[in-house]
């Protein structure tokens, strides 16, 4: 079984450059699961019902955010339009799952392939220099026991790579992979770990490379060299997207390889 992970998509230049490839990159692979993580999708800065539609229209099976879930509120709204038992495309698209309780949306998603695989897609954001959020490790050693598929794909939106590399470890043998994303600066730390959990620091943006992590550079380098605010925008230039490419057992969810995916135009 093949899980085509894409890293953050960045405005619309991440999104064309994804428009560009996910098509021949699930082909040329034979891609059974896409999980997108799309929480910039929105001009870099969170993501609307129909860029969501957009994306699954795509092939994205299940859609990941993080810490700018909430940055365009149309999404509560797409969030509470399909009920918790539902596999209906809001149900799909997940919030972190150690926020606080009683928020909409949900921060798991159960489904099956189109060949009858199970999957589990777990949404996580992590605690260091991050807001807002409860502890995940304990979050998630909750969530596994009531998740009944062997493929679990955890999404660990978390802005320390020492956190991050913490998670994979505690995960091994327990999930497929843990992808990291939130940095949008790709590592090249990917392989499989002992107990078969697949894992990577950073998945890398799927946006503009000519920019400072998906912004304009000049208006990123006035708030460096000034101190004053600004507004930023979403770059455009050198679109590149970022992917991992994970390998696996279905029957067992053990991971069998990982591959890191760089496209451009």
């Not at 949306?105 to 991050?130: K, N, P, W």
């Not at 320390?160 to 327990?174: F, I, P, Q």
């Not at 979403?234 to 053990?254: E, H, I, S, Y």
Request: proline share 5%; glycine share 12%.
């Amino acid at each position: 079984m093949n899980i085509l992970f894409i890293g953050d998509i960045f405005g619309s230049a991440g999104r064309r450059i994804v428009r560009e490839h996910i098509g021949h990159v699930r082909q040329a692979h034979a891609v059974d699961l896409v999980v997108i993580n799309a929480e910039n999708a929105a001009g870099g800065f969170g993501l609307t019902p129909q860029l969501a539609e957009d994306l699954f229209d795509l092939g994205a099976d299940v859609l990941t955010t993080g810490n700018h879930v909430w940055d365009k509120r149309e999404l509560i709204d797409y969030f509470n339009s399909a009920p918790a038992d539902s596999h209906e495309r809001p149900r799909r698209v997940l919030r972190p799952a150690n926020l606080q309780p009683g928020l909409a949306g949900h921060g798991v998603y159960e489904g099956t392939t189109v060949s009858g695989v199970e999957y589990a897609v777990i949404d996580l954001q992590g605690c260091v220099f991050m807001n807002t959020t409860n502890d995940p490790f304990h979050a998630v050693n909750a969530i596994l026991p009531g998740i009944k598929a062997k493929v679990i794909v955890v999404d660990f939106h978390a802005e320390a790579t020492s956190e991050k590399v913490a998670m994979g470890w505690y995960l091994d043998g327990r999930v497929t992979a843990v992808l990291g994303t939130h940095t949008h600066i790709p590592t090249a730390d990917q392989r499989v770990l002992p107990g078969g959990t697949a894992y990577q620091t950073d998945v890398g943006m799927s946006g503009p490379y000519d920019s400072i992590i998906g912004v304009e550079k000049e208006l990123v380098l006035h708030r460096f060299l000034t101190g004053m605010p600004g507004k930023f925008e979403a770059a455009k230039g050198n679109p590149k997207m970022c992917a991992a490419l994970v390998g696996c057992d279905p029957l067992t969810g053990r991971a069998t390889a990982i591959q890191h995916i760089m496209l451009g135009e």
